[in-house]
């Protein structure tokens, strides 16, 4: 038989080969050079050419020769992808078209200028971003990039030239590519410069020639040369991690990199990369978040320099603590940390005193063995320190207001109340004033009220009054003891404010988790549990939520769940699904098509993307790093919870499976010993036959034997036949007013052969009315049951057929007098191919089997029960409803 | 003669054999097609036909046999759901028997079959058993004792004695006593079949005359 299910294995090659290709991560190869002109395109389309002459599927997905002829000659015979066209504010603009690259699905592309930043509204903001995206699909990748725009350099490069560099690629898309370095003598590329065959873009012509310095090109031509060979053994260090030779961490050492809001931690982001590079070792960016909560511009410009650090290859850890450098410190231990490094203060700050010395100093002095890198932070240190936000501005002002408003209305009351306490005990008041501001207001303000009574106390109260001056020595003391107390108390009483203010938000995580985990666990079922996480997400984030599954059969593709409070337009299903597939978080606020009108989370399980929720903000402000850390918190919980449920289903799965096994072996036994036995007498008895010269007595038996085997192997089939209709749903009853003492009649008729020598007496109610059934297959219920009660019992026993009508069902009972049916057996006696352990040989298991799933499909039951005075009884009640009158013919 | 329409060679080697003990010439045919042709070109007295043929169904071979051709066709199948029985009887098949089946039934049938489309002459009076239906003087005698039945009990009696020995499925008997609206309405069939059993049957609870073809129709029994 040739079943077309089957896959033939040429189909199953070349789907395992497709397989191969798609988890095979393409590779990068670097046309690496020290400044532009050294010939990177050039040497690139040469291998290239190489490449496609030996066979390689390669295309151009794009290469700028900016009209040069003998570069133009090179592109000549390699296959170039149509470009993007971009109106961006009037001007136009191509790009790579990355969908068509992926579709196309070469073995090679060439992208040239890794460094370049994509038209507004493209996929990603960078090409490296695109690039990554191809190497994922598994195309190797061919580009060109100056030593000046790899992030790690990028700060060496502003220092040589005093030229900032704007587009960077982090040093981590580098990691594992192959270097191939463009080098061009100085003195050459500025003959070449000379004779303007280098493409200098018109916005650059200024800076040309501060650029193209014979000093700098050295200085440029050693930077590249050195990262040219750090990355030569990379390749070395990335072949033995891959071949698993020897630890990851050659040097076992780990470095972590504090990063704070100031700008100045880029660089310190920066440097700790390059270490870690030369030492090859693992690294982390620590952001410890205080209770005092970050203003809107320094969150931004700590998202910022953690994003850097990410994209450097860093771990990125924030963590909550009041002290920095506790903080930092249990990170380090946590994660086994050898080196810190972090910003050398500049200037003395006052307010270090406080906390026991400088973050350096406790840092060097708390830190054992790990080692503190201090590094001077540069570059883009003129940033305004305190860029405070317009709306905390206007509400510290309005707290300064609050203060100097109550010392004024204190001192009112002092003036009254000075006519009955001494002027002493009025600083006791004042103090009292500022004890209570201190809960309401910040540092600041309280600070200025403790100034001001102060100077109040001392002006208004004490002698000689209103003057500044102090007469008498016991006046100083309270003076600055009081000045000294209500300082100290006020920074107390706000501290202890600004960190129950951290404590109430971690507190409002903490029950946002404890909400969303309780409601999950009272979720009943799968599409319950994926209700309530688009409700409780999107109660929690403020947004329309949408929860995007991967559609079951289709690889990538992914469905909107239907309860989804969003539906998600065509653009950001994309969105969706490239965060999916690349387990990336994208969209608004992210590294990738920040364009979006909605944030992308991927719900992870592992290793695994289980679905994408996408979220759409009601409000328009960005997002702040602790919703982003709430939000993350939640995500990876909806992750591990609906893991769980899919491990439990995948476990419901598995023991179906066992089940089905155990049903098939059941079936393979049972059916094997049924088949085989009645074959074994049709042909013994037939070749007995064949002898001549035998007495017709014999014939007539061994004819009988003959018959007999071929009705049991018939009534096999039959049954066979059924339960596969049964299981597969095909069993469709056609109702039909029928005659119950019909049925019965015609039942035993069929089954005269098998029941002959018993006596079956049947017992039909009168005016028995017609019953909705079918026929048929009450037929064959009804056969299986006396089949049974003959199987089971005692030839000479008699068996019983009745039938009656209560009010609103028919009654049909066989009953036996056999030994009755073992107490252990009554549940399973209806499951398929179930055999009680009494049973006599031969039989399947699957009589009662149909006849329960027969009498079922006609909305009847089916029960058995031992009848008192011994024998078992089989009973069947099917719903009577009252037949429609009957009228004379009219012809 | 008979053409026998099987494509399992088995089955027809057994029907030549089965149908020639009882002095039939057998040609055979093995697909629709040729099913058709030699149906057409021999001219048979019967045709021995299976559902299941390569080329098409069978109930489609009786569908253009039907339509130049009153030879009796027995359908002969090992489908033995109601609703092929009912299909084929619909389209012209005379009887219907399911493999595995006994020769001697499968010869009374073709007999009965073959019976029926001789234009014998007009049989007055119909006797089976202890029963005997003067169609003529519509008269019905049980063991010699005139049995009343109403008009539509004498109607359905009268259909069933007029294709005696032959299947007549639910729909055919309601379309011809009740007429073509009441089809479906098997219940009436039901009660007067009671009825009848009542007043015809010796013994009405174990019908010997009136028998019921499960799911497909009911046949009178012609007993010598």
């Known amino acids: 038989m040739n079943d077309p299910e089957r896959p033939n294995p040429d189909t199953l090659l070349a789907a395992v080969q497709r397989d191969d290709a798609r988890q095979r991560r393409g590779k990068l190869k670097v046309f690496f050079g020290m400044a532009p002109g050294v010939g990177k395109t050039y040497a690139m389309l040469e291998a ?180 040219g060979a750090e ?169 300064y207001g609050v203060a100097t408003a109550v010392v004024a209305a204190v001192t009112g009351i002092n003036a009254v109340l000075q006519h009955w306490i001494g002027y002493q005990a009025l600083a006791l008041i004042y103090l009292l004033s500022v004890v209570i501001l201190a809960m309401f207001v910040g540092r600041g303000p309280t600070l200025l009220a403790a100034t001001l009574t102060a100077l109040s106390w001392n002006f208004f109260f004490a002698e000689p009054r209103l003057t500044f001056r102090i007469s008498t020595v016991t006046d100083l003391m309270l003076f600055l003891t009081y000045f000294v107390v209500a300082l100290a108390m006020g920074h107390l009483a706000a501290r202890l404010r600004s960190e129950q203010a951290a404590e109430r938000r971690r507190e409002q995580r903490a029950t946002a988790l404890y909400l969303l985990t309780r409601e999950l666990a009272q979720a009943s079922d799968f599409a319950d549990l994926l209700a309530i996480v688009i409700r409780e997400v999107s109660k929690a984030a403020d947004a329309d939520v949408s929860l995007s599954l991967p559609q079951e059969g289709l690889e990538g593709a992914l469905t909107t769940y239907f309860a989804s409070s969003w539906a998600l337009p065509e653009k950001e299903q994309s969105v969706a699904a490239w965060a999916f597939r690349r387990r990336q978080p994208a969209g608004r606020d992210t590294d990738t098509l920040p364009s979006s009108a909605g944030l992308h989370l991927p ?22 790093t602790e919703r982003r850390d709430l939000l993350d918190s939640i995500v990876r919980q909806i992750g591990l919870v609906l893991d769980r449920q899919r491990l439990r289903d995948a476990e419901q799965q598995a023991k179906l499976v066992a089940e089905s096994e155990r049903l098939s072996k059941a079936l393979l036994n049972s059916v094997s010993h049924e088949i085989r036995t009645p074959i074994a007498a049709i042909t013994s008895a037939a070749s007995s036959l064949d002898r001549s010269g035998m007495d017709p007595g014999f014939q007539h038996a061994m004819v009988g034997e003959i018959q007999g085997a071929a009705w049991r192997l018939n009534r096999l089939v039959g049954n066979l036949l059924d339960i596969a209709r049964l299981e597969t749903g095909h069993v469709k009853p056609k109702l039909d007013w029928c005659d119950v003492g019909d049925l019965v009649h015609a039942t035993l008729k069929d089954l005269k052969n098998e029941l002959e020598g018993r006596e079956v007496k049947v017992e039909i109610g009168p005016g028995l009315p017609l019953v909705r059934m079918d026929f048929v297959l009450m037929q064959q219920v009804l056969g299986n049951l006396l089949l049974n009660a003959a199987a089971y019992t005692e030839t000479g026993t008699p068996i019983q057929v009745s039938a009656l009508a209560q009010p609103d069902r028919l009654v049909l009972t066989v009953t036996d007098r056999g030994p009755g049916l073992p107490p252990e057996v009554l549940p399973l006696i209806f499951e398929k191919f179930y055999r009680a352990p009494s049973a006599p040989a031969g039989g399947t298991g699957l009589g009662l089997a149909i006849v329960k799933g027969f009498v079922e499909a006609q909305g009847g039951r089916v029960s058995a029960e031992n009848r008192a005075g011994g024998g078992a009884a089989f009973t069947i009640k099917l719903p009577l409803t009252k037949a429609p009158p009957v009228m004379e013919a009219t012809t | 003669m008979a053409l026998v329409v099987d494509d399992e060679v088995q089955i027809r080697r057994l029907l030549r054999v089965c149908l020639e003990s009882d002095g039939y010439r057998v040609h055979e045919a093995s697909t629709g097609q040729e099913a058709i042709t030699e149906a057409a070109q021999r001219k048979p007295d019967v045709v021995v036909l299976d559902l299941g043929l390569p080329d098409m169904d069978g109930v489609e071979v009786l569908k253009r046999l039907r339509e130049w051709s009153r030879v009796p066709v027995l359908v002969l199948s090992v489908r033995d759901r109601e609703e092929d029985k009912i299909a084929a009887l619909d389209h012209g098949a005379d009887d219907y028997v399911t493999k595995p ?108 005359l009136l028998i019921t073809e499960p799911g497909v129709g009911y046949r009178l029994v012609e007993e010598s």
């Not at chain 1, 390059?274 to 809107?296: D, T, Y």
């Not at chain 2, 009343?148 to 009990?153: G, I, P, V, Y």
């Not at chain 2, 009542?198 to 019908?207: H, N, V």
């Open chain 2, 101 to 208: 089946f006994g020769a001697g039934e499968l010869l009374a049938r073709l007999r009965v079959a073959r019976r029926h489309a001789d234009p014998a002459p007009e049989l007055s009076v119909f006797r089976s058993g202890a029963l005997e239906v003067d169609l003529t003087a519509r008269v019905v005698k049980v063991e010699g004792k005139e049995v009343k039945l109403t008009a539509t009990e004498y109607s359905l009696l009268r259909l069933l004695v007029q294709h005696a020995g032959k299947v007549l499925t639910h729909r055919h008997i309601l379309r011809e006593v009740w007429g073509p609206n009441y089809a479906e309405q098997t219940h009436y069939l039901r009660v007067y079949m009671a009825h009848l059993r009542e007043k015809l049957e010796r013994e009405p609870g174990k019908p010997r």
């Open chain 1, 603 to 624: 719900i992870m399980a592992g290793e695994r993307a289980l679905g994408v929720l996408s979220l759409r903000f009601r409000g328009a402000a960005p997002l702040t």
């Open chain 1, 48 to 227: 290239a050419r190489r490449e496609l002459s030996a066979g390689r599927d390669v295309v151009i997905g794009y290469v700028e020769t900016h009209g040069r002829k003998e570069t133009d000659a090179l592109t000549e015979g390699i296959p170039a992808m149509p470009r993007l066209q971009t109106e961006y504010r009037g001007v136009s603009l191509t790009e790579m078209d990355l969908d068509a690259v992926l579709a196309r699905h070469p073995q090679l592309a060439l992208v040239d200028e890794l460094a370049h930043t994509n038209a507004p509204g493209s996929r990603h903001p960078k090409r490296w971003q695109d690039v990554l995206e191809l190497l994922d699909a598994g195309i190797d990748v061919f580009t060109a990039l100056n030593v000046q725009h790899v992030e790690s350099r990028a700060e060496a490069v502003r220092q040589i030239t005093g030229i900032p560099i704007r587009e960077t690629v982090p040093d981590s898309v580098l990691d594992g590519a192959e270097f191939e370095l463009v080098d061009l003598p100085p003195e050459e590329l500025r003959t070449r410069l000379a004779a303007g065959k280098v493409y200098v873009p018109e916005s650059a012509r200024a800076a040309q020639d501060n650029f193209f310095r014979p000093g700098n090109l050295s200085a440029l031509r050693e930077l590249a040369l050195r990262f």
């Open chain 1, 231 to 399: 990355h030569v053994g990379q390749d070395v260090l990335a072949y033995r991690q891959q071949h698993g030779v020897g630890d990851p961490w050659k040097t076992g050492q780990r470095l972590m990199v504090a990063v704070s809001p100031s700008p100045s931690s880029a660089s310190l982001v920066r440097w700790t990369r390059r270490l870690a590079g030369e030492l090859q070792a693992g690294w982390f960016a620590v952001s410890v978040e205080l209770p005092q909560p970050l203003n809107e511009n320094q969150q931004a410009r700590l998202s910022r320099n953690l994003a850097l650090a990410r994209e450097l290859g860093a771990q990125v850890i924030t963590t909550t603590d009041d002290d920095v450098a506790r903080g930092l410190l249990r990170v380090a231990r946590e994660q086994n940390v050898t080196q810190i490094v972090v910003g050398k203060p500049v200037g003395w700050q006052a307010i270090e005193l406080f906390r026991g010395g400088s973050l350096l100093n406790r840092l060097i002095r708390d830190s054992g063995h790990v080692d503190i890198h201090a590094v001077r932070a540069e570059g883009e240190a003129s940033a305004p320190r305190g860029a405070v936000g317009p709306r905390l501005r206007a509400q510290s002002a309005r707290a």
